[in-house]
């Protein structure tokens, strides 16, 4: 082999390949993490809300005039909604999830002030609920139109019912989550709530709390001016519904005002928008520096050709063929592309530990290293290639001329 | 002998036009990477009150569960109950203060040919506008009196009076809101603080309210908050007064303090406040109030978006690999004109008088970077506002200033110097006769 001639020769003139690996190897390093980044945003991404999302919208209704009925605009316009041709059904709620506005609540497994709760996402709703928002009823039942109340500011008792997410109770019921339905949990340190269904999943309005995934469904309107109109529609219906059902709304009452109208869809796009732009951002960065990199072994390349074009010469006057001189740079690429990718994973696992601790992120996955490794060994052989084959094509007779 | 190195220099970019092109390039786009994300932070970690900055004191009472903390490790709640905030403003212990939440209120106005539409609104207390320089177009704030007779005044930014009023001088004048009237004082001016710093419980980047209405009235009226509203203890009892006696924290309460001495006595006061009320049965965890001046606040409140951090830290690299880059052209162009140099050498030129010469010829190509990185920057945050363009505040986030200007030239000439450090260095080093002999 002649790995030690190349990296005696590679020792004689220090300096540029040293520059060459330190940029691969920092190029490694914000590689590797970006990848980690980017890997951790789109599985965040790719959660679903546990709603039928594609065929959900929602908007809200604010009622100013001193007289507003809250009951009767609720029952009204339930009434109203859920007649028209298109609509599954429909529901008031307190919000919907990824809406990043809500109401979460401390629930306990035991009563009393000094026992420790968990957190769940609130959602009020009524015996339409389930449907409207296309949950999957995994245990125990719906709720009944019995079940439902209303509740408002100058409710001292809770609504005892309630159907929590599987998560909400596999973290209440960590020994058994299968068997919540008809346990009992207590809210406000000591109101009881009898568990009567359990959902596969629906989010809470928060994609970066960590109880994300807990909710309860309580079963009451909540009586106050200001209510969200949640609606499901028959796919290909929604876009049609839309300005149907704001017009019809906002032409039955003249004490209120109907806004703010908003698609599932929409709400997704809003939640994860920063995500999505850190996912372009790092991308970009990636292949701009990935890009940078490749140019610079380009450049280093072409000078050490050109300054070795005599010995070139020599070497094929003295015997070596093309191929052996095209193997030579090559293989010099491949020695200081390895050294930088070594010290770039060295780096990158560096920088890894400390980004999880400062910004709390899960540690990247083991095999984006090798993968970056496998990349930048491309990426050098790749951008050494037409420099080194140029070197090949020197004629042995330069050898001889004086330059 | 700088006008002729500087000639030297130029010429010398003329010798090898690719090479120095390309050095420039790798220049520009480390310094646009890098500055647009500098520049981002800078707006996020900027001064959204510089003049008053330091007189402007966050008020954190620790009201909070016995069991638990408001936020780890051991923080008091970020926001104030309705009982504390009150008692603090009565107290009036401070040069002046300020109590305040944000709501909605819904504007009819007179036209019948126009909608009622809602706006966001701040229910405060008259200090507000003095306490915060909020400037004003017309009129000004209400007099403290109007707080305590609850009389129903308003003060509305410059948006809505454009609406209502057509933009026209409307002191004087009357507004609808929720079916009460109320009496406009004042219209508030282009105001933008970047942080929205004395309220950042929902985030610290919004826009101002819409409009300003008395504390007092707004609680009268039972319109309650639109931010955050944390509780830990159950209510005795169902309804609006229960809710205002509750230890929920859903308000901002700021003081204005001059000097050490000031804030000494006024932490006094406030241990002496929760002592009073632990007396009275609240307050079940130990003495823990904070002052914390406005940039004290931002820092504790952390606005700056963990990800423009990420985002920082990987610029600087990617700056380093393109000076990285830089270095090795210098390099490259160096050695190829050693023989120019072993000549001016044994000419007569001095090692400083090599090492002057290469250091102006960076430093010309460093500025020629930095006037492109200006560029790169420039659209560097266009791209930004475009990937962001679903956050509303977005487009005062990617401002840049004159500050950010020179700090890119200037930026760009230290690390064209510093890559240039070594080369030049080396050509300083280059024997004239062992060079010259092959020539």
């Not at chain 1, 806004?259 to 920063?274: F, L, V």
Request: hydrophobic letters at 45%; charged letters at 20%; glycine letters at 8%.
């Amino acid at each position: 082999m002649e790995i030690g001639p190349i990296w005696r020769a590679l020792m004689r003139n220090k300096t540029a390949y040293v520059l060459i690996a330190l940029q691969i190897a920092v190029t490694m390093a914000i590689m590797v993490n970006s990848i980690a980044i980017i890997q951790e945003r789109s599985r965040l991404m790719a959660r679903p809300s546990g709603v039928d999302e594609s065929n959900i919208f929602y908007l809200s209704s604010n009622g100013f005039t001193p007289d507003f009925d809250d009951r009767a605009a609720i029952v009204e316009d339930l009434e109203a909604i859920r007649s028209l041709a298109g609509v599954v059904d429909a529901i008031s709620s307190n919000t919907v999830p990824l809406r990043n506005g809500g109401w979460s609540s401390g629930v306990q497994t035991e009563a009393g002030d000094d026992v420790d709760g968990t957190g769940v996402a609130i959602y009020f709703i009524d015996e339409h609920g389930v449907d409207t928002f296309g949950l999957n009823l995994i245990a125990g039942r719906n709720f009944e139109p019995t079940d439902v109340e209303w509740y408002s500011q100058s409710s001292t008792r809770w609504p005892p019912a309630g159907i929590i997410s599987q998560d909400a109770a596999s973290t209440l019921y960590p020994d058994a989550p299968n068997d919540a339905v008809g346990k009992t949990i207590y809210i406000s340190n000591d109101q009881p709530v009898r568990i009567v269904g359990v959902v596969e999943r629906m989010q809470a309005a928060w994609k970066d709390w960590e109880g994300v995934e807990r909710s309860m469904l309580v079963p009451a309107f909540l009586e106050d001016s200001f209510t969200w109109y949640v609606i499901r529609t028959e796919p290909g219906y929604r876009d049609r519904l839309m300005p149907q059902v704001e017009q019809m709304l906002a032409e039955s009452n003249d004490g209120r005002i109907i806004s703010e109208m908003t698609t599932m869809t929409e709400t997704r796009h809003k939640s994860y928008h920063e995500d999505a732009a850190m996912i372009k951002l790092l991308v970009f960065i990636v292949s701009l520096l990935t890009a940078i990199t490749g140019l610079g072994i380009v450049g280093l390349a072409s000078f050490s050709v050109a300054r070795r074009t005599r010995q070139i010469g020599t070497r094929r006057a003295l015997g070596a063929s093309r191929p052996a001189i095209l193997r030579y740079f090559m293989l010099e690429n491949f020695m200081v592309s390895s050294v930088g990718i070594f010290a770039g994973g060295l780096l990158a696992v560096a920088m890894n530990i400390w980004m999880v601790q400062t910004f709390e992120l899960t540690p990247m996955a083991w095999y984006i290293i090798p993968a970056a490794m496998l990349i930048l060994w491309v990426v050098g052989q790749a951008a050494v290639y037409g420099p080194a084959r140029r070197a090949s094509l020197v004629p042995p007779a330069v050898a001889t001329r004086s330059v | 002998m700088i006008r002729y190195y500087v000639k030297l220099g130029l010429l010398g970019i003329r010798q090898n036009p690719v090479l120095s092109a390309l050095m420039v390039a790798a220049i520009a786009v480390g310094i646009g990477a890098c500055m647009t994300i500098i520049n981002i932070d800078y707006v996020m970690s900027g001064n959204p009150i510089p003049q008053r900055s330091d007189v402007l004191y966050h008020v954190q009472l620790d009201s909070w569960d016995p069991n638990e903390p408001a936020n780890e490790p051991n923080e008091p709640p970020d926001q104030v109950t309705w009982l504390d905030g009150t008692a603090l403003l009565e107290a009036a212990k401070g040069r002046r203060q300020v109590l305040s939440y944000r709501s909605s209120r819904v504007v009819q106005p007179a036209d019948p040919e126009l909608r009622p539409f809602e706006v966001s609104a701040r229910s405060t207390t008259a200090d507000f506008f003095p306490m915060f320089d909020v400037p004003f177009l017309y009129g000004r704030g209400w007099d403290k009196s109007a707080d305590d007779t609850l009389e129903q005044v308003v003060v509305l930014g410059k948006e809505i009076n454009e609406r209502i009023f057509g933009g026209e001088d409307s002191v004087g004048r009357t507004l609808m809101m929720n079916g009460d009237v109320f009496r406009v004082t004042g219209v508030v001016d282009e105001w933008a603080p970047i942080p929205t710093f004395y309220d950042v419980s929902t985030g610290p980047f919004n826009e101002v309210e819409e409009v300003y209405f008395p504390f007092s009235v707004s609680v009268a009226r039972e319109v309650g908050g639109n931010g955050n509203t944390n509780c830990w203890k159950p209510r005795d009892e169902a309804g609006w007064n229960s809710f205002l006696n509750s230890e929920c924290v859903w308000m901002q309460f700021w003081v204005e303090l001059h000097g050490a001495d000031e804030k000494e006595d006024y932490m006094a006061f406030l241990d002496a406040y929760v002592e009073s009320q632990k007396a009275l049965g609240r307050f079940p965890r130990p003495l823990n109030n904070r002052l914390n001046d406005v940039m004290e606040w931002m820092a504790d409140q952390e606005v700056v978006a963990d990800d423009v951090q990420v985002l920082l830290g990987l610029a600087i690299l990617f700056l380093i690999v393109c000076l990285l880059n830089t270095i090795g052209l210098l390099l490259a162009k160096i050695m190829r004109r050693s023989g120019d140099i072993s000549l001016r050498r044994a000419l007569g030129a001095s090692q400083s008088a090599i090492f002057s010469q290469y250091i102006v010829e960076a430093g010309v190509i460093g500025l020629g970077g930095g006037i492109i990185g200006i560029g790169l920057t420039w659209l560097g945050l266009k791209g930004i506002e475009i990937l962001y363009s679903e956050m509303e505040f977005i487009e005062n986030l990617v401002r840049m200033d004159w500050v950010m200007i020179l700090a890119a030239i200037a930026l760009a000439i230290v690390s064209a110097l510093g890559a240039a450090l070594y080369p030049t260095w080396r050509a300083c080093r280059i024997h004239p006769a062992a060079q010259l002999k092959t020539l």
